[in-house]
């Protein structure tokens, strides 16, 4: 993993001559940066955890971003249909260690705490979410997607080699709130100054038409302490903040 002012990326830097220029062309056409683009199982992974799939590069994106900003929250124009309540299961594969069942209550806790319209329990079958295994040699610590057809992303794929199974309540649950913020629609904080966590230089993620919505109430500056944040440092811990809180509470 790459580790640069004490902050552990979510990828390496590679080269792109895996993926072909047509498909990095569909890549920008969605609206994502394709710096550090890398072809991963099951798709490609942008932006340092998001995957997208062969077939999302087929689809047409169903509206255009609304906003282009700096340092504010933003969720994409897709989010998890919840009516007046709806309850989302987690499922963690026992291909991950007991470790992430602990840091998967500690993840419900923490979202449950703010009485949104969206709740979340654990299953052992079924599941909306699976949290499995990431493939051997993944260079990332976790990846996800965004909501489709009011329902959440369906799979969050964790490092745990790279993470370990210490500091499951605090920085292992940190890292899987992240994940399961983008299953059910959030953007990175900073994704147009991807620096900001990461270190290095600057990478705006773009605004995308996938969807960068302002979240209103949200800061216009830098927010160094968000759930949401790119990059995290090894052993960091990110409950949610008053921002997220209010991102939180005004989207669910």
């Known amino acids: 993993m790459s580790v640069l002012s004490s902050c552990q990326k ?3 830097v590679t080269t792109k001559d895996q993926i072909s220029e047509d498909t990095l062309s569909q890549i920008r056409l969605l609206g994502f940066t394709t710096a550090d683009a890398k072809k991963v199982e099951g798709g490609y992974l942008v932006e340092g955890d998001i995957l997208i799939s062969d077939s999302d590069l087929k689809n047409k994106p169903e509206n255009q ?3 282009v900003g700096e340092e504010e929250q933003y969720r994409t124009n897709n989010l998890v249909s919840v009516g007046s309540g709806r309850t989302i299961t987690l499922r963690v594969s026992t291909s991950l260690p007991s470790a992430y069942v602990t840091a998967t209550d500690e993840v419900i806790r923490r979202y449950n705490a703010q009485n949104l319209l969206i709740r979340f329990s654990r299953v052992t079958s079924g599941g909306n979410i699976l949290l499995t295994a990431a493939p051997s040699g993944s260079g990332y610590l976790a990846s996800a ?3 489709s057809g009011g329902n959440p992303y369906g799979t969050v794929q964790v490092n745990s080699g790279a993470i370990g199974t210490a500091n499951a309540t605090t920085y292992i649950a940190t890292i899987l709130a992240h994940e399961v913020g983008h299953c059910i629609g959030f953007r990175h904080t900073d994704y147009a100054g991807r620096q900001y966590s990461c ?9 995308s038409t996938v969807g960068a919505v302002y979240i209103p109430g949200t800061p216009s500056g830098n927010d160094p302490n968000s759930w949401m944040l790119a990059c995290i440092g090894t052993g960091a811990n990110r409950p949610f903040n008053t921002n997220d809180v209010t991102a939180l509470r005004y989207v669910y």
Request: net charge negative.
């Open 10 to 12: 979510k990828e390496e």
């Open 65 to 67: 971003f609304l906003r």
């Open 145 to 147: 997607g965004f909501p």
């Open 199 to 207: 270190g290095g230089s600057p990478v705006n993620e773009g605004a």
